[in-house]
């Protein structure tokens, strides 16, 4: 016979977000995270800027890095303290997996967008000899489309800990860090780039076509 403590103590179990009480989710949900981000600390660590490039970053990529990490760092505090009321309880395995699909088309849309632009491509903002306005692709609607899939990307992270207060956590991090890279990029394209990418400003959005 079941005591009331064990009662209480199943409830309170069924109350944590599901990354915390299931290995299996908490293991898929880390090797997601291996696919989405290890290729980005590896290409951060290998990319360098060729010979002639003009680097305006301004500590961009430093800021987005640190607002991001801070962002994932108070998302995975809010999981494992379980404050009262952050689990979102109902149907946790279908947001898990919504979760964890969102993550993956994030990604995909970000490699589509960094294949669409090709050489021009940098972590650090920059710019390189005979560089002009790709606006083919994901860039025909959208001026930042590698970011709208690393906000996808941190989208799906936090849906998946099945924690509102950590998924706020997460998209304020990235939120924040995308705002500051988005301003000097634009700055540096159009000092650099002049004319034809103030045009191209006029007719696109940042992240979301015909939206923002």
């Not at 995270?33 to 990529?61: I, M, N, T, Y």
């Not at 207060?165 to 780039?193: F, K, N, P, S, T």
Request: charged share 15%; net charge positive.
């Amino acid at each position: 016979m079941l005591r009331a403590s064990d009662w209480s103590i199943r409830g309170d179990i069924a109350m944590q977000a599901l990354i915390i009480r299931s290995r299996p989710h908490l293991i898929v949900f880390y090797v997601a995270l291996f696919v989405c981000f290890a290729p980005e600390w590896v290409g951060a660590f290998f990319q360098r800027l060729e010979k002639g490039a003009v680097k305006r970053d301004r500590g961009s990529h430093v800021w987005l890095v640190i607002a991001t990490g801070m962002g994932v760092f108070a998302a995975f505090f809010l999981v494992n303290a379980n404050f009262p009321g952050t689990a979102l309880i109902a149907h946790q395995a279908l947001q898990f997996w919504v979760g964890i699909a969102l993550m993956l088309v994030g990604l995909a849309f970000r490699w589509y967008a960094i294949r669409s632009l090709g050489r021009f491509f940098t972590r650090s903002v920059a710019t390189r000899a005979g560089q002009y306005v790709v606006d083919t692709g994901p860039y025909r609607l959208i001026r930042h489309p590698s970011y709208s899939g690393g906000l996808l990307m941190f989208l799906g992270m936090g849906i998946a800990m099945t924690n509102w207060a950590a998924l706020l956590a997460i998209m304020a991090g990235a939120l924040v860090g995308y705002a500051r890279r988005v301003y000097v990029e634009e700055q540096a394209l159009c000092a650099d780039l002049g004319q034809p990418y103030r045009d191209y400003m006029r007719r696109t959005r940042r992240f979301i076509p015909f939206v923002w």
